[in-house]
């Protein structure tokens, strides 16, 4: 694989910065790899990870004559960020994300991005609900997308290059505006994890009534939505916060599909019912043939994650 960049700094080192730094290290696409994070207890099982080169709890040290960075942390932080790293950023740098909201991580960072420091907003579709630079692996990003939220002045040398970082990672590139493409996640990914969190929610209540038979008794559909609900709470808090105007807006509709099917099951409605749950049954095989997960009995997850 050739060398991409000279130094790579990744500021964070959770679920996706980890994957990315075994992808790095896997394919040589650098020459050295700087990490940051303000743990000093997470930067240190990095190290013994050996994910990078050198370690440092200074974002603004890390950052120091970077030719690519990139911010991996919760969506609401992603603003201090900038701040701190932008006077030590070096002309001709990239800067991307990978924060799950694109018009806040812009309206944050933006302001703060010096004169000729090439900033592209990035959102990898790939994860799992587990968290900490234990949780990363090599290969996460195979044939995930990777969406781009470019400015209107970005460069298209420095997106070209950005481009081909990440198809070297085996992601699929695409382009979109920062307000379609939080109105996208909100539905295929936010909207999901509420409805997930909610649930389980309402089944932790429930402990109390039922003596524990919700967790002794799970079966898939409670299980899976458990998953889901795994996620790590600081992400999705700033995700709510942070894509609010398209999330309230997916959960109206959602509302109001969800009265709809109320009234088909108390009026006893079949054929509706039937029709629903097979629209739905198409989608999910629809999800399968385009290669975003396998037919196997645990969604393919133990394919896909060799830690899973």
């Not at 050198?54 to 942390?73: C, G, N, Q």
């Not at 609900?129 to 090599?138: L, N, W």
């Not at 009534?209 to 992400?235: H, N, Q, W």
């Not at 009995?297 to 830690?307: N, Q, V």
Request: hydrophobic fraction near 45%.
């Amino acid at each position: 694989m050739t060398v991409l960049f000279d130094r790579i700094a990744l500021i964070g080192i959770g679920l996706i910065g980890s994957s990315i730094a075994r992808d790095i290290r896997e394919s040589g696409l650098a020459k050295e790899v700087v990490i940051s994070t303000r743990s000093e207890a997470t930067l240190k099982r990095a190290e013994e990870l050996k994910l990078g080169d050198r370690y440092t709890v200074s974002a603004a040290e890390a950052v120091k004559d970077a030719d690519l960075v990139i911010v991996s942390v919760p969506v609401g932080s992603s603003g201090l960020v900038a701040e701190q790293i932008a006077p030590h950023l070096k002309p001709g740098a990239i800067l991307t994300d990978v924060g799950s909201t694109k018009a806040s991580v812009i309206a944050q960072m933006a302001p703060h991005v010096p004169e000729g420091v090439h900033f592209i907003p990035g959102h990898p579709l790939a994860g799992t609900e587990k968290s900490g630079p234990d949780a990363g692996f090599a290969g996460l990003f195979k044939g995930r997308w990777c969406i781009f939220t470019p400015l209107p002045d970005t460069d298209p040398d420095a997106l070209a290059k950005l481009r081909d970082f990440w198809s070297a990672l085996g992601s699929r590139i695409d382009e979109m505006d920062p307000l379609h493409h939080d109105k996208v996640l909100a539905i295929v990914s936010h909207l999901p994890h509420i409805i997930a969190y909610n649930i389980v929610g309402t089944a932790d209540d429930l402990e109390a009534v039922t003596e524990s038979e919700v967790i002794k008794y799970s079966a898939s559909g409670f299980r899976d939505f458990t998953r889901l609900a795994a996620s790590d709470p600081t992400m999705w808090r700033d995700v709510c916060l942070h894509n609010k105007d398209a999330i309230l807006e997916m959960l109206a509709r959602f509302s109001e599909d969800l009265a709809s099917l109320q009234r088909s099951i108390r009026w006893g409605e079949g054929d509706k019912l039937f029709e629903l749950f097979s629209r739905t049954r198409t989608i999910r095989r629809s999800i399968v043939e385009a290669g975003q997960d396998v037919d196997a009995p645990d969604f393919g997850r133990h394919a896909l994650d060799p830690k899973a």
